[in-house]
């Protein structure tokens, strides 16, 4: 009777994972396990000596940086301006939901 998994004992198996993880979890979970076999796939092959390939695809595209370009110094100064105006017409814009929601 040791023949090894029967498939009553994958079906058990799975509804036993689901229960403790939640249906809603379970493709996040696989997701990043995926990212992570990818990275261990790369940092496998940088150690056998090819790294210009495996070292590409160990960066996923959310963390590759921009390469920086040199900006005048007026320039960066008036992308800091624009930028803290549309941090300060969002922080009015909640401000006048905040009541909205809370009226709700």
Do not use: C, Y
């Not at 229960?19 to 150690?47: H, V």
């Not at 370009?69 to 549309?86: G, H, I």
């Amino acid at each position: 009777m040791l023949n090894g998994l029967q498939p009553w004992h994958l079906i058990i198996l799975v509804l036993v994972v689901v229960l403790l993880f939640g249906a809603k979890r379970l493709p996040d979970a696989a997701r990043s396990i995926g990212k992570s076999m990818k990275i261990f796939k790369a940092e496998t092959k940088d150690l056998t000596g090819d790294k210009s390939a495996a070292h590409d695809d160990a960066e996923p595209a959310e963390t590759k940086q921009i390469p920086a370009t040199p900006a005048a110094p007026a320039s960066t100064d008036q992308q800091v301006a624009d930028l803290q105006r549309q941090l300060d017409e969002l922080k009015k814009q909640q401000a006048a939901d905040q009541p909205q929601k809370n009226a709700s």
